[in-house]
């Protein structure tokens, strides 16, 4: 019986050394096959427009093609569950926004749960949030501006890339802080808000500066502010709104990579890895800037941080301006 027993504990000693073995060597020639990487949002927007630097990026470093699959709707809600749905095995993997974290407070329900479907990986850049107007709008400074909401007859639209989105709540900031009747007009993605107030559909709109910046340097949307602590280095001559005597109003959105819970943390540790590698590339660090990206390369932990401390900070706006879904 001793015999037998200890045969049985041998085997069973085998088979969990052979499945670490194999699980190793998996994790280690990840990515055996192409990766999905999902933009919860329309093309044309930001996150759409640096997941796929970086999508290229990572497919050059790492031999696979990372290839993007945009699942707009519902502010990112819909394409982020159905990565909280895939497979934990690096296959699938989410470039998201700030509203990540905003949409479990905005929304009474969203079909995910921030921390307990995604393993975090990295925060991979933040961009700077920018005001703008259309050419024909006759403010050239955010005192102007002000003062145009406040004098006019009718109620003042700006557009954003989404309901709950980090724009419509630093809209909701300034509208907070100065007392103006703003109207918030959301659109599927940021691409889409810039081209309706390129358009003329809309006056104003506060974005993330990558799908404003071209209109902005050839003219066809002007510039007011941008709404981080520093001039951004893609519109070194555009002031903040702190310099321009409007500090409460501030903010910045960031870019954050994520995975399905469960997926290894050998996989996790070469994306975080080579996530931080690209963004630091030259290469990639130039463009990023030109648009108005900061690369980062957090570590997961941190990602997970920034995540708590929007919900904490965006949280407090939401409640005070009673902010509902459309």
Known sequence: MKLLRRHFLHLAAGAAAF???TRIAWTQS??????R???????????????????????EQLGKQFYIENVAGANGSIGTAQVARAAPDGQTVLFHVSSFATNPIFFSKVPYDPFKDFEPITLAATNDVVIVVHPSVPARTVAELVALIKAGPDKFAFASGGTGSIPHLMGEQLKLSLGLDLVHVPYNGAGPAIAAVVAGHVPMA???????SAHIGE????????TGETRSQSLPAVPTMAEAGYPETKGEQWVGVFAPAGTAKNIIAVLNREIAKAVASADIKERLTV????????????????????MDRWGKVIRAANLKPD
């Open 291 to 310: 648009l108005g990206f900061a690369p980062v390369g957090s570590s997961p932990e941190e990602l997970a941080s920034r995540i708590r401390s929007d």
């Open 206 to 212: 506060i974005s993330s500066t990558p799908p404003a």
């Open 19 to 21: 499945s670490t073995v």
């Open 30 to 35: 990840y990515p055996a096959r192409p990766v």
């Open 37 to 59: 990487v999902v933009v919860p949002y329309a093309p044309g927007g930001p996150t759409d427009i640096f997941a796929r630097l970086i999508g290229q990026k990572l497919s």
């Open 219 to 226: 003219g066809r949307l002007r510039a007011i502010a941008v």
